[in-house]
Structure formats: C-alpha cells, structure tokens
C-alpha cells in the first residue's frame, strides 16, 4: 500500500479508533501530498481533520464531479435526478451519471438508477467545506430552481442563497418549519427557524424565533445549542411572554437547584401571567417546570398550593395532559383521585401527540396508576425513537423502569436503566441521570445484588444530604431496605424503611415511599416489629381509601395477610389473590410466597406447594434472586425436590441492548429501522443478531420471533 511503519504509527495515533478514521486515513496518506498530509496532522479534532483531508482530495476530481458533489451535499434529499438537474443548473451545461464516476472510484460516494449517497456525513462537510460561499449560495439557488414544485424544501434553498437579511423569506422560512416537524424532521425545522432569524430585521420577532428553535433542539437532546440560542434570543428585544418563554427554556435546560420554592412561586407567576394574555400553552410549560420542582424535592405548602390554584385558574384546561400532569406531580396524594378518574377515562390508543403521552404517564406514576402508566409511557418511549427526540427520551425511559419495577417486569427495568443513564449524560440532565441511578439502585436491591444496591444507595445518599431531595433520599432508602430484604436481614430493613412512611420525616416522598409498603411488612413480620407495622399499615389504610391510589390498594393485599393474626391471614391471602393481578406479578407472586410459607407454618404442607411453586416460576422469570431462594427453601421444607437453583433464562445471557435488539427484530424492524430506533448504524446492528442467535439456541432471525414472543 505504499505506507511505511511511521506512516502507519501515525494513522493509528490520529486515528484513535474512529473507525472511519482507520478506513480513510489511509487512502487520504498513501494518494495525497504533504499539503494533506500537514492538515491531517494538525491538533485539530478529528472530524475536522478529516473534513480537511477528504477537501483536499475533492480538489483533485472533475469540475463537473466537483459541481455533482456540492449539489448532493447541499440537497436534503439522496434524490439522483435531483442532483442531476442541480448539477446542470450550477455547471450550465448537459450532465450524465458519467460525471458521478471518478467520485465513486475516490471512495466518497455509492450511487444507483435512484439514489446518490456519501459514504460517511464527514465526507459531505468536507465537500461543503472545500467550497467557498458564492460557490455554496449558486449551489443553493440551482436547488431552488430545481425544486420550484416543493415549496417548504425552495424556501430553505433560498434562505442560503441570499446575502443579507430579508422578512419575506424569513416569513417563508418560519411557516415551512411546521412542514418538516409535521414530516418528522425536527433537525431541519430547528435549522429552519435559526436561519429565518438571521435574515429577520425586526429584533423582538427574531428573538421568538430563536427561542421556538430553542425549545426543539431540546426535544433533540441538544443541549449545547438550546444554551446558545436563549442566549442569542436574550439578546434581543424581547415581549414579556417571550421573556416568560426564555424563562422557561432556562428551567427545562437547568433544572434548578432542589427545594427552592422561591423559584416556584417565580414560574408560577410567570404561568399567570401568560394566562391572563392568552398563552395557555406557555403557561402550562412553566406549571410543568414548576410541578417537577416540586416533584424532586417537596416544596413548601405555600408554594404547591400556588401551582394547583394556577392549575384549576385555567378554565377548559382542566383535561389537558400537562394541566393532569402539573397537578398530579405536585400533590399526588391530595389530587390523586381526582387525578386518577381523568387518566381512566383516557384511552392510549387514541392519543397521537408524544408530548401528551409522556405527560400522562408521568402524572399516572405521580398517583400509582402503574398500569395505566405502562400503557401511556410505551406509546410515548415508540414516537421518541420515531422522531429522535432524544432530550425527552431519558425522562420516559426513567419513569417507565420504576413503572415496571413496581409491575414486575424487571428485564424491562434493566434495559430502560440502561439507555436512560446513557442518554441522561449525553444530553446534559443531571436530575434525569440521578433519577435512573436511583432507580437502578432500587432495582439492585430487589434482584439480590445487595453490594451494588447498598453502594448505590450510599452515593445517593452522600450527593442528596440536604433536607430538601425527598425523592433521591426515599429511594435510597427503598434500595437499602430491599438489598437488606433479599438478603434474609430483617430488622436492618425495617430500622431504615420505617422512616419512609413517616410523613414528618424528610426522607418521606408522597409517592415514591408508597412503593416501599410490602418491603416494611416483611421486615416487620420477621423482625419482632408486627405491632409498629401494623400502626404503619393503618395509616396506609386511610390513605388508600382517600387517594385511591392502585399502588397503595395493591401493595396492602401483601401487608395485611403478613401482617394479621392466623385466625384472619387466610382469608385475607385468599382476598388478595382474589384480585385481577394479571399485570403485577412482583407483588401476586410475593402473596404467593407469603401464603405458601403461612401453609407450611400450620402444617399443611401438600397445600402449601401450589403457591410456592408459582411464586418460584415469576421470581425465577423477572429475576428477582433473593425471594426465589426463599422460595425454593419453603418448597423443600414442604417436602418437594427442588434444585438448588433453575436454569437461567437465555434471555439473562443477553446484555440489555442485546435485548432491545432481539425484541425489535422479532417486531419484524429490519436492521435499518432497528438502528433508527436505537441509534446504531445498520451494521452494528447485524453484529449484535449475530452474537444474540447462539445466546438464544436460534439459527435465524425468523425463530426469534416464536422464542421472545413476537407478534
């Protein structure tokens, strides 16, 4: 290949392991000259260096190839006949396909009858960066001339074609953002409204602009760009709603410091305001920024009882996804009733919005409507991927492992824990992240991983110190409990779940510590603590009749038996396997557990293995160690050969976005589309069913739909 061992050692260095890098770079060294060569190895990031290093040989190519690669780079679309007609609009002259081969040949392009294609979208910004500005502008012009039938993509064309400002292609500009956000190109409408607010003159119309841009590249995750937009929007002249709208920006992308009700109180103006001038929509985002204050860390009466009178203020809003969801997450236990009928008459299904979708299963987790939250969050989590709205992408993949925590479905949790942490780092939401590690410690605790889950806890427990972090302090202590549960310690357990439920206590949260009523009874009932559980469970009682709350309703069928006399702890087991559990397994198969070891207590040991034998099956199915060594110790103790420890599941064999994977390739998603979803690109795609078809003793992609239960 002409390259000597320095050269390869300096491939390799700037390389880094970028595997384009490792493809091109070579080619780039062995063709190109020392001008290339200096460029590829200037301390410059490497995209750049490669932008730079794929210019210098686009230098080498045709004119007409040249003119064929800055139309493909500058068009939207992978359209060969777009190119083509581009192409002899900019050059002035007749062109064919033949134009196209010495760019095929360089390695930069594919191409067939229909479809022209860069090999990598560095290779497109070298083109674009190989070019100078009048040569992009005539690029741009040729395209708008071509696409005269597509208003919504000339627009954008000519926005690049002129020189300085001008309002009537600004106007064009903005209206055709709705165009692409309605054809699922959010990307594109966020360029849109940017350029349309470059070439507007009218200072406070170009900072609304930016700050609608703002607002989607939020959704997109891109956090980098929504600072700089506000930023730019700020410097403008702007309305007081705007204002309010660059209020708000600024509290969905810093997310504040926990327990300020001060804050609070500023968003919940804000919100008022902008409802008396007619800007519901607005005014309901700073009510939702408001109730998720509230909902990290307790805020003070004065301050919730603020957000929920600017709630109900809003007449006819009262329906609305975000109205539910604002005054669900601010006082789930006092609304939760009322919160609950309007989600039940709510039907999934039917909602096609995604921003409603995470909204209402937000606000169905606030008030313990798990069921209905699994349905609301899945429906949200599919249109995310659709629409690569990878900023709001953490918040329902974190909700939606807690959800599934409390169901059951603990492979779900793992997956959903995974991709949420990911994404919550990436994008910049350190609430988000905590969130996800919060729940992973919980779920830790409750799959008898109790080092982790107790490490977890302790780091959680160390960053949220202060009084006011309710949530991240009660799920710590949830995570403790359980790892101490799983692993047979009692009175540990009940010392640090107590607290939970004590609404004096700092670390109580007035939903998330609902979810702790089983684990207290356990350890109650084991550790000499029955009289205080029960004081405890009283409470709950009351609680469940006021709020109607399912999580509540359904963690008590677990804590009355276990906690009940023998002469009423039957008839109560019995009342609550009664109860359609259908989608909570966790807690049906833990009134399993209960009742079986109750049988065997009293000598009834033929009856005693039919509950234990079921509790075993779902304890071995989600995972759940601790409790399915329990179970298997009751069975042997009613005299069943049991083995020390069942087959593991392929499926635990597989990491969680091996399993992401499998279950979208048994949906029938082809790799292209599984990528889409996941962001992967196709190929890694095809790697992973490779490894994942040996896991699961399957031969081809058409069993893994019988083997995970596809469609």
């Known amino acids: 290949d002409g390259l000597t061992g320095a050269d390869r050692r300096t491939i390799l260095n700037h390389a880094r392991g970028n595997p384009l890098a490792l493809v091109e770079l070579p080619v780039i060294w062995g063709s190109a000259g020392a001008e290339v060569r200096r460029a590829v190895s200037a301390m410059v990031p490497l995209s750049t260096r490669l932008e730079r290093a794929f210019a210098a040989r686009i230098q080498e190519l045709p004119a007409a ?99 300085g400002p ?182 999934a299904g039917s909602v096609a919005d995604v921003d409603q979708l995470r909204d209402l299963g937000m606000a169905a987790r606030a008030v313990g409507a798990e069921v209905l939250a699994a349905g609301f969050l899945d429906s949200a989590e599919s249109k995310l991927r659709e629409q690569g709205k990878l900023g709001l992408l953490p918040h329902v993949l974190t909700v939606q492992a807690a959800v599934c925590l409390d169901l059951g479905d603990w492979r779900r949790t793992a997956h959903s824990l995974e991709e949420a942490h990911r994404l919550a780092a990436e994008t910049n939401q350190p609430n988000w992240e905590f969130g996800a590690a919060a729940v992973e410690a919980m779920f830790n605790g409750l799959t008898g991983n109790t080092e982790k889950a107790l490490r977890r806890a ?56 609902y979810s702790a009523i089983m684990l207290l009874a356990e350890a109650g009932a084991g550790s000499g603590s029955r009289a205080a559980a029960r004081a405890v469970v009283a409470r709950m009682e009351i609680l469940a009749e006021t709020t109607q709350s399912p999580v509540i309703a359904v963690q008590l069928l677990y804590a009355r038996p276990v906690l009940a006399d023998d002469d009423d702890a039957e008839r109560l087991f019995r009342l609550g396997l009664a109860q359609d559990l259908t989608r909570w397994p966790w807690p049906r198969a833990r009134i399993q557990l209960a009742y079986g070891d109750w049988l065997r207590r009293n000598r009834r040991l033929a009856e005693s293995r039919e509950p234990l034998r079921s509790a075993l099956a779902t304890f071995d199915l989600i995972g759940a160690t601790g409790w399915a060594r329990q179970a298997r110790v009751g069975l042997r103790a009613a005299g069943e050969r049991v083995s020390a420890t069942s087959a593991a599941p392929a499926e635990s064999q597989m990491t969680a976005q091996e399993m992401q994977i499998a279950r979208l390739a048994a949906e029938g998603l082809s790799n292209r589309e599984i990528g889409q979803r996941l962001y992967l690109s196709p190929r890694t795609v095809g790697s992973h069913l490779y490894r994942i078809f040996p896991k699961l003793g399957i031969r081809s992609r058409s069993q893994l739909s019988a083997h995970l239960g596809g469609p």
């Open 65 to 163: 190839t040249r003119d064929a690669l800055l139309i493909a780079a500058v068009n939207a679309e992978e359209s060969l006949i777009e190119v083509l007609a581009g192409t002899a609009i900019l050059s002035d002259s007749r062109v064919t396909t033949e134009i196209l081969e010495p760019a095929q040949q360089a390695h930069l392009i594919t191409y067939d009858e229909v479809i022209i294609r860069f090999r990598h979208p560095l290779i497109r910004s070298g083109v674009l960066y190989s070019e100078p500005l009048s040569r992009r502008q005539a690029a741009h012009a040729a395209m708008n001339d071509v696409l005269l039938s597509y208003p919504y993509r000339c627009v954008w064309h000519q926005a690049q074609a002129v020189d």
């Open 166 to 347: 001008d309002d009537n292609v600004a106007d064009l500009l903005e209206a055709s953002h709705l165009e692409s956000i309605a054809r699922g190109s959010v990307a594109i409408a966020v360029a849109a409204l940017e350029r349309s607010a470059q070439l507007t003159t009218d200072s406070r119309r170009r900072g609304r602009r930016l700050l609608v841009a703002a607002q989607l590249a939020f959704a997109l995750g891109d956090n980098d760009r929504v600072s700089r937009l506000v930023e730019a929007a700020e410097g403008n002249d702007l309305s007081d709603l705007d204002l309010a709208r660059a209020e708000w920006m600024r509290e969905i992308f810093s997310e504040g410091k926990l327990g300020d009700s001060t804050r609070i109180l500023e968003l919940c103006e804000f919100a008022a305001r902008c409802a008396e001038s007619g800007e519901h929509d607005l005014a309901l985002d700073l009510l939702a920024g408001a109730s998720l204050r509230s909902w990290w860390a307790v805020a003070d009466p004065a301050a919730r009882d603020r957000v929920i009178t600017v709630a109900e203020s809003l007449t006819g809003l009262q329906d609305n996804p975000l109205c539910i969801r604002a005054i669900a997450a601010t006082e789930p236990l006092v609304r939760g009733r009322q919160t609950g009928l309007r989600l039940a008459a709510i039907n």
């Open 458 to 513: 302790e780091d959680l427990e160390r960053t949220f110190s202060q009084p006011k972090s309710n949530v991240f302090r009660s799920l710590a202590l949830i995570a403790r409990g359980a790892a101490y549960l799983s692993a047979g310690q009692h009175a540990p357990a009940y010392a640090v779940l107590e607290p939970l439920l004590d609404p004096s206590d700092p670390r109580h949260h007035p939903r998330e510590s």
